[in-house]
């Protein structure tokens, strides 16, 4: 209790230099992800995309974040066990953000594909299994986070082979698919606006003062989602069928179709992705907050500041401004066999299974949802070949992070504990 | 978290190279035609150009071959069977072969094809020709395909293409079968080793058009699933 009245402050600066590095990290490299599919597959410009993931990931991350946020910062450890020991938690949290961080760094520097996701989860049950004890691991519902990381890949995978199979049977292969395209892509953005804003009414926009019952977010959500569709029928009608270049690649109307049906998905999934990867850097550092500033009482019922999630908002889209860009420009020059009616497919399947997760407070990876989509378009028989050695490469960089993210905290765990007593 | 890793997910689409290829084979054929033509006006000069730029589609053909085959790794996840896939190449590599086969052949021994048979000649290899640049649409209709995700409108026109295929192989028979005919009435006056030769070479035409039969078949297994 001491302790945590004697360098409070100083550990809630440190929280937040070590939560805000992680947004920015998180910024500045798996936003690209996020977006590659649009970039890639050349729907949008650099310039757009990383405006859409400003505004998004931004708005992802404040307003449906919240969830995700309190899992990792009190639903991985039973924080009622040390509440004799609050600063043990502050050690923790604080080692699980420099833990997760750091091995963002090197595998970022070595070109790995790791989740930021698995790597905050891991560091966070090693210092609370090594570091305080078994115990006050929650192990079910560790179990449940693992199985969602094994479950988000197969959903997105499973929608996207239905939502490219129907792409398939209604446009692409009707007698005149480009007025097929015209007639049904305004559904597919209807589906898209209307996924993203239920979990949003539904869980989020407490902290701003407004709350929904369950019907009222159905009939809020159904308006947002006729509008979005609304909107998006206005700008198909300014295209024609004809083959223009775009982007430095040559598209037919069709494709030009669905290439501003990505334009709201790229939306989707860049609120999709700040509303679940936003927790890996704060969700620990709320937990350091609302224990400081209760005095060292382990609430959990406090809410979580909207100040917190700022930070990690604020950081993320930092990142991408200083760095993630240039980690788009990359995947937007190289070569693709990425067209927007598939990578439309991929896009809204892993936006849609992101953001339910963010809803329910699972943290996933996003990136390894995407792989899981673009899989479900592969099976449909979308995309021409697909590199399973990467996948395999993924997989196991999924292995690796978890005991090197536990084994690293459990390190900065016993630094902390040394240096403050 | 690796960007390029992510995307490195989306190998390179194997039909691209498919349509590449053939597209080469398709010109070294068409040239092998023009070849015939300068053979039978005893025009060599014409026919060692066409010569070379049969040697040279050949060529890159070959490469072309190399390039696909050594980017399909076993880990490779195909929307077609990797098997079939290197089966349609390899038989697509037989048409650029048999043309430079051909006109190696003709070129070589300088052969001269009797009067008689001249007109014959001609028209049963313009049907084996017409074989080949069929097989090369089916290859293209495939590509096609893959882009629209392989529907079954698709594989109606493809088994058409393919149906007009066999109907161009048979005419190539039966054309091939008169030449024979029309041949054995008058190779007693000419050379028996030149008439070996000319038999042969009139043996790898038919074959030209068996080959683009075989292409044509073995693109439908490869899109029938």
Known sequence: ?421 | MNNESFLGLLAESPFAGLQEHMSEGDDAVSKLGDFITAVTEDDWRTAAECREQIVELENRADDIKNNIRNNLPKSLFMSVSREDLLGLVMTMDEIPNAAKDISGIMIGRKMAIPKQVKDQFISCSKAAIKAANQASEAVRKVDDMQKSGFGSNDAAALSDLVAHLEQIERENDELEIALRQELFGCEKEYDPIDMMFLYDIINKIGSLADISQTVGHLLVRLVSR
């Open chain 1, 1 to 421: 209790m001491e302790i945590i009245a004697q360098y409070g402050q100083l550990f809630i600066i440190i929280g937040c230099v070590v939560g805000f590095f992680m947004a920015w990290g998180i910024g500045a490299n798996d936003v690209a992800n996020a977006m590659g599919t649009s970039v890639g597959s050349r729907a949008l410009t650099l310039a757009q995309a990383v405006l859409v993931a400003c505004i998004f990931e931004f708005a992802g991350a404040y307003l449906a974040g919240g969830e995700v946020t309190s899992t990792i910062r009190k639903g991985i450890i039973e924080v009622g066990i040390i509440s004799d020991t609050p600063e043990l938690l502050v050690y923790g949290m604080t080692a699980a953000l420099m833990a997760a961080g750091i091995w963002l760094l090197i595998a970022s520097y070595f070109g790995w594909p790791v989740s930021t996701t698995h790597s905050i989860v891991g560091a966070i049950v090693g210092f609370a299994a090594v570091g305080i004890g078994v115990d006050v691991v929650n192990w079910g519902k560790v179990a449940s986070i693992v199985a969602s990381w094994v479950v988000s890949p197969l959903l997105a995978g499973t929608i996207s082979f239905l939502l490219f199979s129907s792409v398939r049977r209604l446009i692409l292969q009707s007698d005149n698919p480009f007025m097929s395209a015209k007639r049904y892509v305004p559904f597919y953005m209807f589906l898209a606006g209307f996924t993203v804003s239920m979990v949003t009414f539904l869980k989020g926009l407490k902290h701003v003062g407004l709350s929904f019952t369950a019907s009222e977010s159905v009939a809020w959500s159904l308006v947002f989602a006729l509008v979005i569709a609304l909107i998006g029928t206005l700008l198909l009608q300014r295209i024609d069928d004809s083959i223009k270049e775009k982007n430095g690649a040559m598209f037919n109307g069709v494709e030009r179709v669905f290439a501003v049906l990505m334009v709201f998905t790229a939306c989707a999934m860049a609120f999709a992705h700040g509303s679940n990867d936003v927790a890996n850097a704060i969700g620990p550092l709320a937990a350091i907050v609302s224990v400081v500033q209760s005095g060292g009482e382990i609430a959990s019922k406090s809410t979580l500041p909207a100040w917190v999630l700022l930070i990690g908002a604020s950081g993320i889209v930092i990142g991408l401004v200083m760095l993630g860009y240039r980690v788009m420009r990359t995947i937007g020059t190289a070569i693709t066999e990425l067209t927007p009616s598939r990578g439309f497919a991929a896009e809204l399947a892993a936006a849609g299974t992101v953001v339910i997760a963010s809803g329910t407070g699972l943290p996933i990876s996003t990136t390894h949802t995407l792989v899981g989509a673009v899989l479900g378009v592969g099976l449909a028989r979308g995309i021409g070949a697909i590199n399973l050695g990467v996948v395999g490469k993924i997989i196991l960089s999924w292995i690796v992070t978890l005991p090197v993210g536990a084994g690293l905290s459990i390190l900065f765990f016993f630094s902390l504990k040394g240096a403050f007593g």
